[in-house]
T-cell receptor, first 113, second 109 residues
Framework: DVKVTQSSRYLVKRTGEKVFLECVQD?????MFWYRQDPGLGLRLIYF???????EKGDIPEGYSVSREKKERFSLILESASTNQTSMYLC????????????FGQGTRLTVV | RKEVEQDPGPFNVPEGATVAFNCTYS??????FFWYRQDCRKEPKLLMS???SGNEDGRFTAQLNRASQYISLLIRDSKLSDSATYLC??????????FGAGTRLFVKA
């Protein structure tokens, strides 16, 4: 079974802190994604990566950056956390074949106070 | 305009009812489509893939209409356990996987 693991289930951070959210997948998937999910807005794509060291902006990249130094790991970085970044963050991965589905981690509920 | 749009609902139906969800997508270059199910406070999980020829899995039927750029999901004989949010998903060109905002379904006894 594909496993996508996010480093934390719940996280509370202070405004202005630098926050790292880590995601690891064990199926050698080329593509990895970070989404945030908010009530009424669904999943919105923040960043994605189609290869090591490659990254592309999604629909809402402002305030975020990412890092993919190894194929299995995709990190989301909040350079200076703000209260409007309080959300559920979901990492996903899939193969490079566009006809395949994405698999999700369990999510990280981030609260910025 | 959002790339993938769904009616947010909620749909409130009695057990045994048939319910249908539709979803539209704006990018005609989208390659493949899926329906995911998401339970409260859980991550989304694949329900089924969607093909132009239609795809049936037990009580669930998914259909793709490329000409009209919409995707449908039909649930027959609804069960209480079908209560969830259903997400429409498109894999577009450029490696992106785009989700609709989801449709909430409540099945009542």
């Amino acid at each position: 079974d594909v496993k996508v693991t996010q480093s934390s289930r719940y996280l509370v951070k202070r405004t202005g802190e630098k926050v790292f959210l880590e995601c690891v997948q064990d199926m050698d998937h080329e593509n990895m994604f970070w989404y945030r999910q908010d009530p009424g807005l669904g999943l919105r794509l923040i960043y994605f990566s189609y290869d090591v060291k490659m990254k592309e902006k999604g629909d809402i990249p402002e305030g975020y950056s990412v890092s993919r130094e190894k194929k299995e790991r995709f990190s989301l970085i909040l350079e200076s956390a703000s209260t409007n970044q309080t959300s559920m963050y979901l990492c996903a991965s899939r193969t490079g074949d566009l006809n395949t589905e994405a698999f999700f981690g369990q999510g990280t509920r981030l609260t910025v106070v | 305009r959002k790339e993938v749009e769904q009616d947010p609902g909620p749909f409130n139906v009695p057990e045994g009812a048939t319910v249908a969800f539709n979803c539209t997508y704006s990018n005609s270059a989208s390659q493949s489509f899926f329906w995911y199910r998401q339970d409260c406070r859980k991550e989304p999980k694949l329900l089924m893939s969607v093909y132009s020829s239609g795809n049936e899995d037990g009580r669930f039927t998914a259909q793709l209409n490329r000409a009209s750029q919409y995707i449908s999901l039909l649930i027959r004989d609804s069960k209480l356990s079908d209560s969830a949010t259903y997400l429409c998903v498109a894999n577009t060109g450029g490696f992106k996987t785009i989700f609709g905002a989801g449709t909430r379904l409540f099945v009542k006894a």
